[in-house]
């Protein structure tokens, strides 16, 4: 593959974020309803929803972002640890697209939904172990934050989901800052 190509793909993690955020406050705006202290930010694609395919749409348009910036780190994994990290975050790109077209109200949601987190974050945990020395640090930290916030009393299922996002963020932004 080109070398050109393939270090353009460690922003694919945070034109995920960007894709994610823009319909996310856009379907936020079709829907004053929503409340991030009561709600699920998958409301925003469910029954309840005024124009759900908004929410939906930017799940499944921002997953194949998310798909290349793991073949990006599948490609610079330097051992079997971090190939095998890239590929789970690889498969938590998919799970993100399936949250959209299992949309909530429908039977595979919550499944789907928790295996996104589920996949990246112990793929971000491998990412981080397979890592030399100090490099370590950062996503081990993240994953024992993340792992923390899954246990935490949240007011609503909106706010530990936009935690979990935050801290898929900083890993996101970190990767393409730190070396590559």
């Known amino acids: 593959m080109d070398e050109k190509f393939i270090r353009l793909l460690k922003w694919g993690g945070m034109a995920t974020l960007l894709i994610y955020w823009g319909f996310t406050l856009w379907s936020i705006y079709s829907n004053p309803w929503f409340s991030f202290f009561h709600n699920a930010l998958s409301d925003l694609g469910g029954g309840r929803a005024n124009s759900p395919w908004i929410y939906n749409y930017g799940l499944i348009i921002a997953s194949p972002f998310l798909f290349l910036f793991s073949v990006f780190l599948i490609y610079y994994a330097e051992n079997k640890l971090r190939t095998v990290g890239g590929a ?84 996101a932004v970190w990767i393409p800052l730190h070396k590559y």
Not at 134 to 145: K, N, Q, T, V
């Open 88 to 171: 789970f975050i690889l498969i938590s790109s998919i799970f993100l697209a399936f949250i959209g077209v299992f949309h909530s109200g429908t039977r595979p949601h919550g499944f789907v939904s928790s295996y996104f987190f589920i996949q990246f974050f112990f793929g971000m945990l491998l990412w981080g172990i397979g890592a030399k020395g100090l490099e370590r640090i950062p996503c081990i930290s993240l994953f024992l934050a993340a792992l923390l916030g899954a246990f935490l009393p949240w007011p609503s299922t909106a706010l530990i989901e936009v935690y979990e996002i935050f801290i898929i963020a900083i890993f």
